[in-house]
């Protein structure tokens, strides 16, 4: 099992790319339907310093990480004028769906990262070591991310997208939502349910994932044991696959 230093060597550059592209994909999507507030403010770079926010992105994070093995965070959120948008209310779906659908192109892009490292020679070990335990924390930071940001929740992505597909006064009265979605979250989060919500889905998602690139799924029940996942957990991966 990783020490505390060696998880966060892990996680620390696919957290950065995970959230910073995660907000780009943002910025991206709603400038090519009509709103450049990102664009003109800087944001739509790859330079993961203009979308850290120093509590949500590395503090809290670490903090948790470091205490927990949790990994909880998050970060700048791109600035959009919505009233830009060419169709505002379908836009606003589609903005918000950039997000999640960035974090599933990296975290296949970590599979291909994993699935190399296990292509080299013994003699690479130096090399594919590191490689295949940073590949699983980029699956694992980007599914996470993924999932939690697809729950249909205010300020969440998949609020934006429920509230995008709903009839005109539920979305009005479901968007109302948004100033205590924050808290919900959270309260979710330290009574267990936020974690009973998302086992299902991510684990559905592990599986698909070895699945496309052929990889032996114990080999990724050993790498999430690694970084500290209750191996009960792990050993769902395995189960009926």
Do not use: C
């Not at 948790?64 to 606003?92: C, Q, S, Y």
């Not at 979605?181 to 994932?209: D, E, N, R």
Request: proline share 8%; charged share 10%.
């Amino acid at each position: 099992m990783l020490n505390k230093i060696q998880l966060i060597v892990a996680f620390a550059l696919p957290v950065l790319f995970a959230i910073t592209i995660h907000e780009v994909a943002h910025g991206w999507v709603a400038k090519r339907l009509g709103d450049p507030t990102a664009q003109m403010l800087g944001r739509l770079t790859l330079n993961p310093l203009k979308h850290i926010d120093l509590v949500g992105t590395v503090i809290l994070p670490v903090a948790m990480l470091w205490l927990t093995g949790f990994l909880f965070g998050w970060a700048k959120p791109v600035p959009i004028t919505w009233e830009n948008l060419k169709h505002p209310k379908r836009d606003v779906g589609l903005v918000a769906v950039a997000g999640p659908s960035a974090n599933l192109l990296m975290a296949l892009f970590w599979a291909l990262m994993i699935k190399i490292a296990l292509l080299l020679p013994a003699t690479a070990s130096t090399i594919s070591y590191p490689l295949v335990y940073m590949g699983f924390a980029g699956i694992f930071i980007n599914g996470i991310l993924m999932i939690l940001n697809l729950i249909p929740l205010p300020p969440l992505d998949g609020g934006r997208i429920m509230s995008s597909l709903l009839p005109g006064p539920w979305s009005y009265k479901f968007s109302r939502l948004e100033p205590y979605g924050l808290l919900i979250l959270v309260v979710l989060l330290f009574t267990g349910i936020l974690g009973t919500i998302m086992l299902p889905p991510l684990i559905w998602y592990l599986k698909f994932i070895t699945f496309v690139f052929g990889i032996d799924p114990q080999i990724i029940q050993a790498l999430g044991v690694g970084i500290g996942i209750d191996p009960r957990i792990m050993m769902l991966l395995t189960r009926n696959s």
